[in-house]
Each structure stands twice: as structure tokens, then as C-alpha cells.
């Protein structure tokens, strides 16, 4: 079986509330140093049969037409590998 | 690229500048040479291009709102009038009020959560910015047909949008609208109105005075949100070429909100007011710092220095032009005295909200902005913020009017047996546009705060602003597209006529307006004709109620190429009451209330719900318009709710008779025998929309002084039934079970998107 990964993040000049919430909260729990939070979604689809080109367009469409919100949204597309697992 | 300052922009005049990518004109790209002097520099172009586009300048609009001001009524109550962020309004016992409804149509449309929410954090800044806390906010949406797939995207994300942010921030949502038709497929029209309260005393302008006061830009940092959103993306037609074919790309200009920081933002405002720390106040709406510097310059004593290279920002990759650009939500721009900085950053402090010494006011009458120590923009701010071009776009009624206006619905066949006669009434309460609209009333919190004593589906929103006396305010928007299709200038009176009625329904006496006028592109001169018409009809209207118009919103270009939508003026009208307890509302509570009709029936059932939903049929010409005879409905309606006359009053509009024994039976829990007139065709009887209508429930103890009195008046009140059983029975017609008319009432929204 195989494990496809979307990443779905906020375009870079979207404002993440969510991740400044953290990235204000970080210094005041004792974690210094960190510039910047940007928090996104990671999907995790397995597969019925191979993973190959048509399987991954089929996903391409899921994930542009329904995964992400393609107008404040970018996602990536990418098989997981055995190791990786 | 290179950094263009006004030094570099006198050394090299001949650069090509993408002026009409930015919405620009060539015509207006000339006049800015000529106010210049010179070519602008980049920077100045993008100031230009977004406090110049139609959404920020008005410059279409703005020759026909004059006469908002040309024939404003005479009224003691107006404190503050158009061309601040809000009109404020006494409402006595020292208290103002500020309200202002706005569109946020295509953001909406884009990206419809996050267009949603931002508008009502967009307006709930205006209110702010007046000195005013808010105190609930209303929302008039307008969506394509309601099976269409599109709506199925659109409805839900607008209506979470609106919930997610309004119930973050805490404000009740305490009314307005929801429309289908299809000639908003495409062009969904979210509009959202905030109220709020201060003392007379706490109202503060939008002004930048005294040389040596600081500028202090705070709330969130400035990110690449929404960069040209009004210039772009609000000003005009969306056309098939975008984001492919010969032109460029129009980006998507969203703006993503943040409530929890608004709410900070709110709060820590209000702690500003209250320490007298500011001098002049403005909010960042559409056109972000370009508008906030240049219209506090612009209305102040004119020079302002500012240090673009000290905003705080969320990425620093942003060039000066984009920064100036910028729609981030959730900003605040004061002007404040130098001796009162260290306090005001104290309390941002408190709040967590970002606070930044962005510039100062200076002695001439320049706005000039520094990147770095070197000059990138250096202009008169009269000129960008207040100047701006001014068109006489011309108008033309449209040929197909007449043909329109002759294609009456009253020539449309009706229901000849009771049995049709009764599918007919099941059919039109079913009706997307007359169907129970809990299913996304649900979504919003109604009661927060705890002041809210009506809410949908009464006929306006009322909330409580004084513990002590009770002192309240009512709010009631209103606008039917399709009588102003019919006929724009007795249509927007006919708006206007149904949201002051709406607000003396509940026992508030209507004071002042404000109205969101929403119309197609004024390039088409069929559409700028409806836009003349409307304004002068809103004008007219307001001058004979008495009510002015205290500010409001234009927003042109709602079309998909060639088709705009109806002409769609939504008007919002504020009433006072000076003790809640005594408000009046919809439902009949109590069997054996004695049910009576105000006002006169006509045949009128062009542009009527029954002819859109019994024939889908658009024609003829709306009902007629009496204003004297709203204003006499409305002292009756008040009078009673004061003297304690009536129990529960409705007024009649879409759907006539027959929709509003239907809320009033369903919202109360009781049925009612009705005797219809007799001498009119039932169809007419139960569906007519003649305006100036309402039905009231009173005691029979009641009765003979309330009938007495509307006959010294010179009101025709007509006893039709009284309340009683579980059934809604038209005697000598037809009797149908309440709870089929609950089942088909309430069904139909919870079916299309439940």
C-alpha cells in the first residue's frame, strides 16, 4: 500500500493567525530564538493500487478542488517513501 | 528593484509607468502629472491608483449623493453627517449613536469565508474609529438562485464567515437579509452593517491637527493581504480574461481576519478614548495606509511626515508601494500630542497590541513619505484623498424599460379553486427568499452581551443601550431588487418605506439612514440611470420621512460582462425607543388578540413574490408609494406600542398578507380565523404587496380605543380575524393545519444546505 503526503500551507502573504498565536506564545513558554510560525495541514491518503502518474493527477485534482483553498492556499503533492514511514 | 524617489522621478521623466495596470486611466494618469508637476514616483502612482478607483473616490457616485446632502431633512438628531467614517446620531439621555452599513461583495465572492469576515471587521472599525463601542451588527446578503451549485459554495462560507467573526469578537447579530435571485449568481452581494454607542462627548473625526502631534499606526503588523483590492478587484468588471489570456493576472486580493486581535484592538481603543489620549483617529480599511495618511492629512491642516521604513511588517520582503497598498485587517491609525505617546503605548502594551511612532504632523500642507531617509512621496493630500476625479458618467433610461413596465403580473393567471389557492400559499412561504431563515440565523450569535431584546425574524433588531431607562435602539435593512429593476426610483423609496416601517413596527421611532447602494458597472449607461434614479427617489423619500442619510457605500461593477444585477439599493434605517419593555413583537401569543389590517390593499402583484415564485415572472410596475401615509402608520404603530395597545404587530411586505399571518402565527405558536376582503380576488387579498401595510394583534379590551384612534387619524384599520386553534383558517376559502405551513416554512433551507 502506498502513502501519498499533501502539505497544505497558507501562501506566504496570507495573514496565519493561528501561527502567530503560537509564535507569541513560544518566548513566553521559554522557547527563544524563533522568528516566525507559519502552520499549515498535512494529509495522509493511502492508495488501493499503484502510485503512478494518473493516481497522482487524480490527487492533484482532489487537492486543488477540495484538499486546499487554492485562493489563499498552496499545497504539494509528494509519495512518502518505506523510510519514511 | 530599485528604490524610485522623487529625486530620481524630476532626474528621469520619461519612465513608463504601468499606471493602467494599477486601474488607472490615461486621462487621470495625466492629471497626476499635471498636479505633480512631474511624473509620480512609483510609490505616489500606487496612493493614486487606489484612493483614485471608483470603491475610494466615489467618483461616479458622487455627483448624484449630493443630494443626500442638497435635501437633507431638517433633524435635530444628526451630530455627525456623511463624509466621516459613520454618521452619529442623538438618541437622547446623552447618548449617540453611529451606524453604517457597507458592501464587501467581491471579496466575498473570491474567497467567501474570509471575504465574509473581513467585512464585518471592516465595519465594526468604522464604528470604532468614531469613538463608539459596537454594539451588534446586521447583515443584508444577496445570493444567485438558492438551488444553483455555485450558492451551495458561496452561502455557506458567508454565512460562517459572518458567524466566525462576529461571534470571536463578541457582537450580536441581531438582523437583515437573505435574497436569492439568479441575477446575483456570480455577483453575491455581502453587505454588512455595525452599530454603536458613546456619549455625545466621546465622538472623535478623522482629522490630523497641530504640527509636532505624532502619528501612531497600531494593531497588526502590515503583510502583502489584499494589495490593490479596491482598485482592482472592486472596481471592475470581472471579465473572462482574468488569470489567463493577453492581460495581466488580476491576484486574488484577499485579506485574511483575525477576531481575538480586533477584539484587542476594540478594547484597547475604547481605554485610548476614555484617557482623552487621541487627537484624530481612522481605521484601516480598503487602500490601507494610503487612505489613513492622506485622508487624516487631507482633513486636518494638510502636512504630515511619515517613515514608511518604521511600519512593522509581516514580511519584509514588501516594497514601500506595497506597504502602502496593503488591506492587512485589524490596523488603527491616531494622531496623538507628544506628551501623551508614553501612556498610549502603555496601554497597547497592555492589550498586546502592536504600537509604532510612524510619523508626525508638520506645518506645511504636504504629505510626505520617507523610505530610509530618502523622499518617495511628496503630494498635496487634498489631492489624493478628497479631489480625486469626479465623472458625469452619462445615463440613459434603457430601451427595454417599457417593455418591461408594460408586462404587468396582474395579468398573470391566479389560482381559480381553494385548493389552489392554498398550494399557492404553501408554495410561496416554502419559497427560498420567504422561507425561515434560521438555518443561518442559527450560525450567529444573537443574545452575547445581553442586551438584545429582538432579533430574526422580528421585523427589525433591537437592543437595549441604557440598564437604568431602558433606553434602546432598533435597526431594520431593507431592499428589493426587483421593484427597482421595475422601477429604480419608486423601488429604493419602496426600500426605504419598508425598513422605517419595519422599525415603528416594533415600537421605535425611525431617525436617520443609512444605505449601501449596490449596482452594476457605471461604464453602462443603462445602469448609471438606474443609479441616478434610485439616489434621487432616496432622496426625495428621506427629505418627506424626515430621516437624513448618515453615510453609507456605493459599490459599483457588480456584473459578469454584460449582465449587471438588479439595481439593489439596501437601505438601513435606526429608530429610538425609550423603554424596550415596551417594544412590539411579530408573533400572536394569546388566543382570542383580535388580528387588524392597517392601511389600504391594491391590486399590485407586479414584481411581487408571488409572481416570482407562481410564475417566475418579473414585470409590470411595484406598488405605489405613499409616504405621507408610512409616516402616519408609523406614529400609530408607536403610539400603540407606547400606550401599551398592542401585543404583536407585523408589517406587510414580501408576500403580502399571507406571509405575514404565517410568521405571526408560526413565531407566536397559534393559529387564526381570518375573513378576507370581500371585496377583492383572494389572490390579491393574500398577496398583494401594497406598501404602507401592517397587521396588528390587540386585546379586545383594546380594540375600540385602537380602531378610535386610527380612525381620528384617518387610518384605514380593518378587523379581520382573531387568534385562535392550531390551524390557519380562511374562512369561506380554505383551512390549512399550522403545522404544514411550519413543515413547508421551515423546511426549505435546512433541505438546500443542512
Known sequence: MARVVVDVMLKPEILDPQGQAVQRALPRLGFDGITDVRQGKRFELELEGPVDEAALARIREAAESFLANTVIEDFVVRVETEEEK | MSLDTVKNALEHPGVEQPFAELGLKPDEYTRIREILGRRPTSSE??????????????????????????????????????????GVVDVGQGYA?????????????VEPYQGAATGIGGIVRDILAMGARPVAVMDPLRFGAAEHPDTRRVLPGVVA????????????????EIVFDPCYQGNPLVNALCVGVMKHEDIHLAQASGAGNLVILYGARTGGDGIGG????????????????????????????????????????????REHLVAGIQDLGGAGLSCATSELASAGSGGMRVELDTVPLRDHTLSPEEILMSESQERMCAIVEPAHVARFMEICDKWDVIATVVGEVTEGDRLEIFWHGEQIVDVPPRTVAHEGPVYERPYARPQWQDTLQADAAERLPRPGTAEELKATLLK?????????????????????????????????????IDEESGLGVALATDGNGRFCKLDPYTGAQLALAEAYRNVATTGAKPLAVTDCLNFGSPEDPAVMWQFAETTRGLADACQILGTPVT???????????????????????????????????????????????LGDTHEELSGSAWAQVAHDHLGGLPPKVDLERERLLAEILIAGSRDGMIDAAHDLADGGLAQALVEACL??????????????????ALFSESAGRAIVAVPRSEELRFSDMCKVRGLPCARIGVVDGDTLDFQGHFTVALDEVRAAHEGTLKGLFG
Open chain 2, 230 to 273: 479596491v482598485s482592482v478587484l472592486a472596481s471592475e468588471t470581472f471579465t473572462e480574461n482574468d488569470g489567463g489570456g493577453s492581460g495581466p493576472a488580476k491576484r486574488p486580493a484577499v485579506q485574511v481576519g483575525d477576531p481575538f486581535q480586533e477584539k484587542l484592538l476594540i478594547e484597547c481603543t475604547l481605554e485610548l478614548f
Open chain 2, 667 to 684: 413565531t407566536g405558536g397559534n393559529g387564526a380565523r381570518v375573513v378576507l376582503a370581500e371585496d377583492l380576488d383572494p389572490t390579491v
Open chain 2, 161 to 176: 464567515g459572518i458567524g466566525g467573526y462576529g461571534n470571536c469578537l463578541g457582537l450580536p447579530n441581531i438582523g437583515g
Open chain 2, 551 to 597: 453615510g453609507g457605500n456605493v459599490s459599483f461593477y457588480n456584473q459578469t460582462g454584460e449582465t449587471a444585477i438588479h439595481p439593489t439599493p439596501v437601505v438601513g434605517v435606526l429608530g429610538v425607543i425609550d423603554d424596550v419593555e415596551r417594544r412590539t413583537p411579530i408573533g400572536f401569543a394569546e388566543e382570542g388578540q383580535i388580528i387588524l389590517l
Open chain 2, 45 to 86: 502612482l500606487a496612493m493614486y491608483s487606489v484612493m483614485w478607483s471608483e470603491h475610494c473616490s466615489y467618483k461616479s457616485s458622487k455627483v448624484h449623493l449630493r443630494q443626500f446632502g442638497d435635501k437633507m431633512p431638517e433633524n435635530d438628531a444628526m451630530l455627525v453627517g456623511i463624509g466621516e467614517n459613520a
Open chain 2, 428 to 464: 410561496v412561504v416554502a419559497s427560498p427568499n420567504l422561507a425561515d431563515k434560521s438555518w443561518v440565523t442559527a450560525q450567529y450569535d444573537k443574545y452575547v452581551l445581553g442586551n438584545t431584546v429582538l432579533a430574526q425574524p422580528e421585523d427589525s433588531g433591537m437592543v437595549r
Open chain 2, 97 to 109: 449613536v453611529t451606524f453604517k452599513v457597507e458592501s464587501h461583495n467581491h471579496p466575498s465572492y
